[in-house]
C-alpha cells in the first residue's frame, strides 16, 4: 500500500488542522492506521491510532482531548483534526499502515511496514 499525506501547514497558537493520508490499494479497510510525528531533534513519537474496524483509536498522552483520529475506508482515506494546537505540536507528521499490528503494539512504529512522505505542520507563539 502507498500512503500520500497532506494537509500540514504553519499556524498560530490555538488554531486548527486537519491532515488526510490517501492510501492506494484495494484492502485498505484491513489495515491499522496511525499518525506519528517527529520534531527536529527528536525521536518519532506516537500520536494516534485506529483500527481497520474503527475501533479502539487511541491517543498519545500530548494530544489527548485536542486531536480526534478517523477513517473513511470509502475513500481509503485517514484524518487527524488538529485542535488547539501548541506550539510543541510543531514536528512532521506521518501516517503509517500495517495489516498485522495487534492492539496492544498500535503506539510502536516498528509495527508499520507503510508509511507516508510526511507533512510539516508549524504552530507558532
Known amino acids: 500500500v502507498q500512503l500520500q499525506a497532506s494537509g500540514g501547514g504553519l499556524v498560530q497558537a490555538g488554531d486548527s488542522l486537519r491532515l488526510s493520508c490517501v492510501a492506494s490499494?484495494?484492502?485498505?479497510?484491513?489495515?491499522?492506521l496511525a499518525w506519528f510525528r517527529q520534531a527536529p531533534g527528536k525521536a518519532r513519537e506516537f500520536v494516534a491510532g485506529?483500527?481497520?474496524?474503527?475501533?479502539?483509536?487511541r491517543y498519545g498522552d500530548s494530544v489527548k482531548g485536542r486531536f480526534t483520529m478517523s477513517r473513511d475506508n470509502v475513500k481509503n482515506t485517514v484524518y487527524l483534526q488538529m485542535d488547539s494546537l501548541k506550539p510543541e505540536d510543531t514536528a512532521v507528521y506521518y501516517c503509517?499502515?500495517?495489516?498485522?499490528?495487534?492492539?496492544?503494539?498500535?503506539?510502536?512504529?516498528?509495527?508499520?511496514?507503510?508509511w507516508g512522505q510526511g507533512t510539516q505542520v508549524t504552530v507558532s507563539s
Open positions: 503509517a499502515a500495517d495489516q498485522r499490528v495487534i492492539l496492544s503494539s498500535m503506539t510502536d512504529q516498528g509495527q508499520y511496514d507503510y
Open positions: 490499494g484495494r484492502t485498505f479497510s484491513r489495515y491499522t
Open positions: 485506529i483500527r481497520y474496524s474503527g475501533t479502539p483509536i
